[in-house]
Every structure is written in structure tokens, then in C-alpha cells.
């Protein structure tokens, strides 16, 4: 599968489970993301996220997002755009 890198992770808020993603790319709600590090390795479909608590369809390069996540996911991990 090709991927792309598209951010980083910059906070993880483990109550809610959402991921605070600073972009270097851009995103869409329905694309695959996979999110790599240290301990983290998976990969799941954007259903909605949100930039300072206001839900967006998409968001680009230098904006910080809010996706909920299946799996915990700690600071400096990698994501990537999957594209097929």
C-alpha cells in the first residue's frame, strides 16, 4: 500500500481517545490514515474530525486536527495518507 506522510502526532487525549494531529499535508473525512511509531502501528478510516472543536470535512498542510482514534497513539508518532 502507498502512503504519504501527512503529520505528526502532537497530544493524545486517552479519556475521549482523539489524536491532535499537526498537519504537514492535508486531509479529508473518508480517507485511510496509518499511524506509525515506537509502539503504535494501525490503520483506520477518518469518520470526522475537528479543528478548535468545530467539525470540518478537510484540513491542510500547517493546521492542528482532532481525529478520533481505535487505538492509543502516543506524541511524535507518524501518520500517513494511505493512497491506493
Known sequence: MPEEK???VIKFFS???VAAIRLEGSLAAGDKIHIQGHTTDFTQE???MQ???Q???NA???ADIG???QDR???HDTVYKVTD
Open 6 to 8: 501527512v503529520g505528526t
Open 15 to 17: 479519556k475521549i481517545s
Open 46 to 48: 477518518i469518520d470526522s
Open 51 to 53: 479543528i478548535e472543536n
Open 55 to 57: 467539525n470540518v470535512t
Open 60 to 62: 491542510g498542510p500547517g
Open 67 to 69: 481525529v478520533k482514534v
Open 73 to 75: 497513539v502516543r506524541e
